[in-house]
């Protein structure tokens, strides 16, 4: 059975600092790509940051760069997104996905499973 399951979400102050966390268990992780999403309430679901398999291509949503980083540990089969310097409308809940293969891509219809999501808050 495959499970995503994230941790690490809560209420933060503006210019606070949160890190995710995504476990993936059921699959070899070393072989998956994986994408964090974020889903505001009456928006859709859009992609985040991005990491190959491998870990060495990253790709980031224009609002987050320079604040957000995504990195993976293939040894702990989990992905990480550090996000510093948060601004309210970084409100959301937050999505991991795994994709097989080595390009995780911008779709999040293209992902293969999902997380069951954690809240973020930034109040001002």
């Known amino acids: 059975q495959v499970q995503l399951v994230e941790s690490g979400g809560g209420l933060v102050q503006a210019g606070g600092s949160l890190r995710l966390s995504c476990a993936l268990s059921g699959r070899i992780f070393s072989t998956y790509s994986m994408g964090w999403f974020r889903q505001a309430p009456g928006k859709a679901r859009q992609s985040v940051a991005r990491?190959?398999?491998?870990?060495?291509?990253?790709y980031y949503a224009a609002s987050v760069t320079g604040r957000f980083t995504i990195s993976r540990d293939n040894a702990k089969n989990t992905v990480y997104l550090q996000m510093n310097s948060l601004k309210p409308e970084d409100t959301a809940v937050y999505y991991c996905a795994a994709e097989y293969g080595d390009y995780a891509p911008r779709n999040p219809y293209d992902y293969d499973y999902w997380g069951q999501g954690t809240q973020v808050t930034v109040s001002p």
């Open positions: 990491i190959n398999r491998g870990g060495d291509d990253t």
